[in-house]
């Protein structure tokens, strides 16, 4: 009997009062693989991931993590099965240091979090994970630096070295190069080549430079719909997918789906 894909979805459907945002997607994420989920914006890639983690709750369909289903789970529960994501904007905390924002990643994930009762000195125990995990995307030298005073793309590495804080079996990457020059694009590509040793990735992404270079298996969504899946070769050789990109607008606005997501998420 063969292993189960990893990570693994059915028939997912999300509606918002109507609108179908995701339309019967089905994913199969193959361990130790890097999968990316493009297409044009407007076309559901966010939606999915929010799905995926719990962030929104599916319509229909199913979750599947090792073959079991994880669809009734919480976003906490699915965090600590292993199943652990970076967003579109920097999400770190501005006014600490890169070594304190990475230390409070591990808190959360020793579970110390509440702990108010011991001391500050006993967190010193957690500097030297900190240190290696800052080195592991070549940010030792800016430990004791206030996030703030961090290039962008810094900013960026230091929220990749907070999730890998959690010790993440699958790591959910969404648009890790958004907003970013050549020469951070190269360094974050390598960053997340090495963060995938182990583990299996998947990112949205809308540098195809970037897909090209990093992923073994690619799924094309278009107006919340899965269009083909392949390798890059294949991919990029549809004229679906041809079609699907000269048609948008790459303006880089979000499209429906996000807009009825983000209604959604405010009610």
Known sequence: ?????VLETRNLVKEFKGFVAVNDVNLKIQKGHIHALIGPNGAGKTTVFNL??????????QILYKGDDITPLKSAAIARKGIVRSFQISAVFPHMTALENIRVALQT????????WKSGNSLHKLNARCMELLDSVGLAEFANTTT???AY???????????LAMEPEILLLDEPTQGMGSEDVDRVVELVRTAAKGRTVLMVEHNLSVVSKLCDRITVLAQGAVLTEGD????????QVREVYMGSDGSGERGASESHENAEAAQ
Do not use: C, H, N, Q
């Open 52 to 61: 995926l983690t719990k962030f929104l709750i599916p319509t229909r369909g």
């Open 153 to 163: 793309g810094r900013k960026r590495a230091l929220e990749l070295a907070t999730t």
């Open 109 to 116: 994930f020793e579970g110390t979090s509440f702990s108010f």
């Open 1 to 5: 009997m063969t292993e189960p894909y």
């Open 232 to 239: 890059y070769a294949t991919v990029s050789a549809d004229p």
């Open 148 to 150: 703030v005073e961090l």
